[in-house]
T-cell receptor, first 113, second 113 residues
Framework: DQQVKQNSPSLSVQEGRISILNCDYTNSMFDYFLWYKKYPAEGPTFLIS?????DKNEDGRFTVFLNKSAKHLSLHIVPSQPGDSAVYFC????????????FGKGTKLTVNP | DARVTQTPRHKVTEMGQEVTMRCQPI?????VFWYRQTMMQGLELLAY????????DSGMPKDRFSAEMPDATLATLKIQPSEPRDSAVYFC???????????FGPGTRLTVT
């Protein structure tokens, strides 16, 4: 039973355009969400997060949107750069006493020059 | 520059052999996680420690896998005996207490022939 789903295995965009990565979750107990970026042969690195009390969090070119009623979140990258090419993982947590994260399977983003 | 370190980075072994992977978490972090990444399953949580105590190892095949934290600076993941289906990249991550952000090591790529 996959609790965090990233339905698009890959996404290709042009440099300078917007990249939108999507994530859906099924567990209504999740109340904190994170995005990680992973380059080949490296471990995932934390990118941005959002608490369920918010619907938007912004950090430079990266914005995460949360729609609790739809159990959906998205990561927007504007403008996209070739260095953003990586695998992006969505993760979710139930903050009730545990630091565990549940990860999606990832979306490979390719930004073409 | 605090980082999670993992050794070895690559391991090739024959079926039936014991494999030990090591992780040094970031100094001061109280939580340690072991993950396995495969193409089919994405990032799967294998084990989770808080203050060196194992809290969750439900993701781990119990008959062949074991995880320990002999001290605060070392976490180990052992597979005995190894099987070809164990071939994957194994990541260790650490994090501060009561925080969801986890910091990943570079991973150990295991190949079992």
């Amino acid at each position: 039973d996959q609790q965090v789903k990233q339905n698009s295995p890959s996404l290709s965009v042009q440099e300078g355009r917007i990249s939108i990565l999507n994530c859906d979750y099924t567990n209504s107990m999740f109340d904190y969400f994170l995005w990680y970026k992973k380059y080949p042969a490296e471990g995932p690195t934390f990118l941005i997060s959002i608490s369920s009390i918010k619907d938007k969090n912004e950090d430079g070119r990266f914005t995460v949107f949360l729609n609790k009623s739809a159990k959906h979140l998205s990561l927007h990258i504007v403008p996209s750069q070739p260095g953003d090419s990586a695998v992006y993982f969505c993760a979710a947590s139930d903050r009730g006493g545990s630091e565990k994260l549940v990860f999606g399977k990832g979306t490979k983003l390719t930004v073409n020059p | 520059d605090a980082r999670v370190t993992q050794t070895p980075r690559h391991k090739v072994t024959e079926m039936g052999q014991e494999v030990t992977m090591r992780c040094q978490p970031i100094l001061g972090h109280n939580t340690v996680f072991w993950y396995r990444q495969t193409m089919m399953q994405g990032l799967e949580l294998l084990a989770y420690f808080r203050n060196r105590a194992p809290l969750d190892d439900s993701g781990m095949p119990k008959d062949r896998f074991s995880a320990e934290m002999p001290d605060a600076t070392l976490a180990t993941l052992k597979i005995q005996p190894s099987e070809p289906r164990d071939s994957a990249v194994y990541f260790c991550a650490s994090g501060p207490l009561n925080r969801e952000e986890q910091y990943f090591g570079p991973g150990t790529r295991l190949t079992v022939t």
